[in-house]
């Protein structure tokens, strides 16, 4: 795979990644990476590979986090993200909501809802709490509508 080269978007798409990932609990279940981020070894990287390809959820969800941090590689990132999410990893799924719930370029409300419920399936209790304010928010939009609220009119 070739680097993407570092222009200023690049740049603050890896800023945005990284925010997005410590907001939305980016952490690992199973296998710590007990090195920088920013200094992960090819040979290590290439572990991640094998072991995601062969169907490994927490190695995905790495691999999604090492191209969002090292290299800024957002669309590789996000592949992984969604690779890992639907492996069943709870983490991944609730990161993979809350970005189709806030990042625009990914927004999308009824996939952020389904990945908030597999991640709540899991026990993921953030991912609960995002789902519970959803329904209320739902509630409350069937609500105004069905008093007359919140629809606009065309009649000047």
């Known amino acids: 795979m070739e680097e993407l080269r570092c222009d200023p978007t690049t740049k603050i798409m890896k800023r945005i990644i990284i925010i997005l990932a410590s907001v939305f609990q980016i952490s690992t279940a199973s296998e710590t990476l007990d090195y920088d981020q920013d200094k992960v070894p090819e040979k290590d990287i290439q572990k991640f590979l094998t072991k995601a390809l062969e169907g490994d959820a927490e190695s995905a969800f790495q691999l999604s986090y090492i191209y969002a941090s090292q290299n800024g590689w957002v669309i590789e990132s996000f592949r992984w993200l969604v690779v890992a999410a639907e492996k069943g990893h709870p983490i991944a799924q609730y990161n993979l909501a809350m970005t189709y719930a806030y990042y625009k370029p990914y927004k999308n409300n009824e996939r952020a809802k389904f990945w ?35 629809i606009k009119s065309d009649i000047k």
């Open 116 to 150: 908030f419920e597999k991640a709540a399936e899991k026990g993921h209790e953030k991912a609960r709490k995002e789902l519970s304010n959803i329904k209320v928010h739902e509630a409350h939009e069937i609500e105004q509508q069905k008093s007359g609220q919140g």
